[in-house]
């Protein structure tokens, strides 16, 4: 009688998904053509303020053109010459055939760095020359052909070499398609465009499923080869997998989260892996990802990150975006991550007019692309697939760092655009550990100027930056490029519509908090609480309405712990309205705690807040929790290392009582 019941429930979620299935291909669309990735940065960047005013928050890349064909509507009523530039853009793939890129670049550069340029596919700041090239033709709806290089002094890689099959819920690629796991534009973790292209095989979708906006990608890639992985009681040479999997909501418009893992497995006698290990180790990484070091049998190399975006339509719009990953996890089981890394970033897509702005800061903790299996980690012809500060170092040095980016641009005219950018990163040596051979890194920084516009129809520009790696090596570049193809452009005149409706409220925070530490420091050592302590609360944030009552937003607090500094990122931020005086809610995100190196975690709690107590003045009262603030033994005065604890964590519960004022 049992088997018989399942099998027919068995038989029912077959029928149910088959009518799903059904429903879906009956109402899809086709495939979309990708739009390039750090390939054509002037075009790129009006595509990402579009978005932002159009209200789609993208947490991969590269983009499909149908999503910036949706936000086009919307966005025009913020800046009307911004959207026709990207519409005339967006015209090249309208056609069943066309070559939407064919780009030549000449530089002349000096200095002795080697260092690649962040995002560039793995392109040298010596290179004197570079190309890009791309092309498509479209048999049907359902079908695209996609032919594509990218080549620099040194190296020609098929970067955008494509077979696309399917529909907008289930797009199927298969080939050079290049992968970015990250809402920020400048520093992912996980994927980004750092290394050169790796052949992959991905499905996906751009049309967000259901009520709750649901987007999925999952890629399986092959990485260049890697000499002396570990593998029982020996080596093996091979080529590793790579296998990619983003899960993603948008319930409210302007608001996504997802969530993002990474793992790198097989490679010579190690093989691949059947669907039971692959399953094991994606969903429970503390049993299939064990480390054992007499046969170093475990699953693999794994990396993990939560990822959010949120984008206001204020008077000046701008995005939020925050993403908290780790190299792998912690003692306590999946929920909680080991080394870890925090990235904030905050865009400004129409600032006074003609100009833009963004910002984003990333640190990062020990550890991060460094694995006992892989002696090359997470590289592909070695080149970090994350964040571009791994290149900026000595191979394999476990070390941890803060970078910066900052980017300003100004438009002039039609098709003029002028962009300033800034970065530097900077190594803290104590995550070297006590008594630890530190190399004698400098700061990192460079500053670069680039002006496009176009002649008699093509995009040309002009590129000037010049700086120091870390390794204190100067460098200074000048390139010229120029795209043969050409730029369809209908625009004239435009007069911005000036559409000053605020969608969005910012505040900030000032009161009082009261927390107390638990430490947790060792096995042997018994935990330690501290009393409840005074401290002072800062906050600033932004939210915005998603229904008749509820809110959604973002907010970056500053309170202290045990006298030490605490910086927290609520990545979501829940307000329920009950009147218009009184409402409820619930946020989450992460946590900085600076106890002599950062340590980060879990950060939730509950609200209550009065609202208009007087007029623009809310009263809040915050019971919040950190979960397992941790950070590896690496200070004179940390307890010693065991196997089954290296780290050290930090619980902290608090409340606060603090003031809001709205503008």
Not at 282 to 289: H, K, Q, R
């Amino acid at each position: 009688m049992q088997i018989k019941k399942r099998a027919q429930r068995k038989a029912k979620c077959i029928i149910s998904l088959a009518g799903l299935l059904i429903s879906l291909a009956v109402n899809a669309r086709g495939v979309s053509p990708y739009l390039p990735l750090n390939l054509a940065p002037d075009i790129e960047r009006k595509i990402e303020r579009v978005l932002i005013l159009g209200d789609k928050p993208i947490m991969r890349r590269p983009i499909a053109a149908a999503i910036v064909l949706e936000a086009l509507p919307k966005a025009c009523q913020r800046d009307e010459q911004l959207c026709e530039e990207v519409r005339n853009y967006l015209d090249r793939y309208m056609h069943t055939a066309k070559i939407t890129q064919l780009q030549g670049e000449l530089a002349a550069t000096s200095g002795k760095s080697i260092a690649p340029i962040p995002n560039q596919h793995g392109m040298p700041v010596d290179s004197r020359w570079g190309a890009v090239a791309s092309a498509y033709y479209q048999p049907s709806d359902y079908l695209l052909l996609n032919g594509g290089a990218v080549a620099y002094q040194g190296r020609v890689n098929p970067t955008g070499s494509v077979i696309s099959a399917g529909f907008d819920f289930a797009q199927l690629d298969i080939g050079y398609r290049d992968h970015w796991f990250s809402p920020n534009t400048d520093s992912s973790m996980l994927m980004s465009t750092e290394a050169p292209t790796m052949p992959s095989i991905t499905l996906s979708n751009y049309r967000p499923l259901t009520r709750f906006g649901f987007n999925y990608e999952l890629f399986f890639a092959r990485m260049s080869e890697q000499n002396g992985i570990s593998y029982k009681d020996t080596t093996t040479n091979g080529h590793p997998n790579l296998a990619g999997l983003q899960l993603g909501i948008e319930p409210a418009d302007g608001y996504a989260l997802s969530v993002n893992r990474l793992m790198q497995y097989g490679g010579g006698a190690r093989g691949g892996a059947n669907l039971h290990e692959f399953y094991k180790a994606l969903f429970d990484n503390t049993a299939a990802n064990r480390s054992d070091s007499a046969l170093n049998t475990e699953f693999g190399n794994q990396q993990a990150a939560v990822t959010a975006s949120a984008l206001f339509q204020a008077r000046v719009p701008f995005a939020v975006h925050i993403e908290y990953a780790a190299e792998d996890n912690a003692f306590a089981g999946n929920k909680y991550f080991g080394d870890t890394d925090l990235t904030f970033g905050l865009d400004f897509p129409k600032l006074l007019g003609d100009y833009d702005l963004t910002y984003e800061i990333s640190e990062w903790q020990n550890a991060w692309y460094v694995h006992h299996l892989y002696p090359d980690g997470m590289r592909n012809d070695g080149y970090s697939l994350g964040h571009w500060f791994a290149d900026q170092r000595i191979h394999n040095n476990d070390i941890g760092g803060h970078s910066q980016m900052l980017r300003m641009g100004r438009r002039f005219g039609v098709n003029s655009y002028l962009q300033l950018t800034y970065r530097d990163l900077e190594y803290d040596p104590r995550w070297a550990g006590v008594g630890a051979s530190v190399p004698a890194y400098k700061q990192y920084h460079e500053m670069g100027l680039r002006y496009s516009s176009t002649w008699r129809g093509h995009s040309l520009s002009t590129e000037a930056s010049t700086g120091q790696d870390i390794f204190g090596k100067s460098f200074a570049r000048l390139s010229g490029s120029f795209d043969f193809t050409s730029l369809d452009n209908h625009a004239s005149a435009f007069e911005d519509t000036q559409d000053n409706t605020t969608t969005a409220a910012i505040f900030v925070d000032v009161g009082v908090s009261r927390n107390r530490v638990t430490k947790i420091l060792a096995v042997d050592i018994p935990n330690v609480t501290t009393a409840n302590k005074n401290s002072y609360h800062f906050g600033f944030g932004a939210r915005r309405p998603i229904s008749d009552h509820g809110d959604m937003g973002v907010r970056i607090e500053f309170d202290q712990a045990d006298e030490h500094g605490l910086i927290s990122l609520r990545a979501l931020d829940y307000r329920y309205r009950f009147t218009n005086h009184f409402a409820l809610g619930g946020f989450f995100g992460a946590a900085r705690y600076s106890i002599g190196l950062p340590a980060y975690g879990w950060y939730t709690g509950y609200s209550a807040q009065i609202i208009n107590l007087f007029k623009y003045w809310d009263v809040n009262l915050d019971w919040s929790q950190y979960h397992k603030l941790g950070r590896d033994k690496v200070l004179a005065y940390d307890p010693p290392s065991t196997p089954d604890r290296t780290r050290v964590f930090y619980d902290v519960e608090g409340i606060r009582l603090f003031l809001s004022r709205r503008f």
